[in-house]
T-cell receptor
Framework: RKEVEQDPGPFNVPEGATVAFNCTYSNSASQSFFWYRQDCRKEPKLLMS???SGNEDGRFTAQLNRASQYISLLIRDSKLSDSATYLCVVSPGGGRRALTFGSGTRLQVQP | GAGVSQSPRYKVAKRGQDVALRCDPISGHVSLFWYQQALGQGPEFLTY????????KSGLPSDRFFAERPEGSVSTLKIQRTQQEDSAVYLC????????????????FGQGTRLTVV
């Protein structure tokens, strides 16, 4: 079982739609959580950190459920420019510093 | 430049050839990570440096892979006797974090080196 699991998609949605991605992680000691965005043939870039209380950044809302060990990302009012792969990322903790990535969920927003 | 720089951007190697991939992290960043990303997959952790110390190399797939960061800045990932399964994008990332927890740490990635072994 992978440490971080995501539905690979693709999610094909029309412009203006609301779309949600979930991600589960296996290490209950994980300390930090992030969503990264990766465009085709580009490097991953931080989209947002995920806090226990949930957090919002414009059209993007991230939630963390430690009890169930899952993280979610909600995108409202999808734009064509949101088309990308969204990577769920976990910092394992326990002295391990490296970020552990899921395989990513591909989003295609269509006109 | 202000970002993480990797070179070369593209590398074609014949099977059995040795390759060296370079990473220039953001100035002042203590932590440096190497990842391997196969097509359609997320980045897979290879190794981690804090300054010049290699604190975690658990992700290196075989003893053909070797990484160093001798002066705590530039890092080189070397792959000996390359095999076709080594074909991937090799990503380098750096972050400012020195000690303590990783809460809120942002890792900045370079554009990667696309290695193709033929």
């Amino acid at each position: 079982r992978k440490e971080v699991e995501q539905d690979p998609g693709p999610f094909n949605v029309p412009e203006g739609a609301t779309v949600a991605f979930n991600c589960t992680y296996s290490n209950s000691a994980s300390q930090s959580f992030f969503w990264y965005r990766q465009d085709c043939r580009k490097e991953p870039k931080l989209l947002m950190s995920v806090y226990s209380s949930g957090n919002e950044d414009g059209r993007f809302t991230a939630q963390l459920n430690r009890a169930s060990q899952y993280i979610s990302l909600l995108i409202r009012d999808s734009k064509l420019s949101d088309s990308a792969t969204y990577l769920c990322v976990v910092s394992p903790g326990g002295g391990r510093r490296a970020l552990t990535f899921g395989s990513g969920t591909r989003l295609q927003v269509q006109p | 430049g202000a970002g993480v720089s990797q070179s070369p951007r593209y590398k074609v190697a014949k099977r059995g050839q040795d390759v060296a991939l370079r990473c220039d992290p953001i100035s002042g960043h203590v932590s440096l990570f190497w990842y391997q990303q196969a097509l359609g997959q997320g980045p897979e952790f290879l190794t981690y440096f804090q300054n010049e110390a290699q604190l975690d190399k658990s992700g290196l797939p075989s003893d053909r892979f070797f990484a160093e960061r001798p002066e705590g800045s530039v890092s080189t990932l070397k792959i000996q006797r390359t095999q076709q399964e080594d074909s991937a994008v090799y990503l380098c990332a750096s972050s400012f974090l020195k000690t303590g927890g990783t809460s809120g740490t942002e890792a900045f990635f370079g554009q990667g080196t696309r290695l193709t072994v033929v």
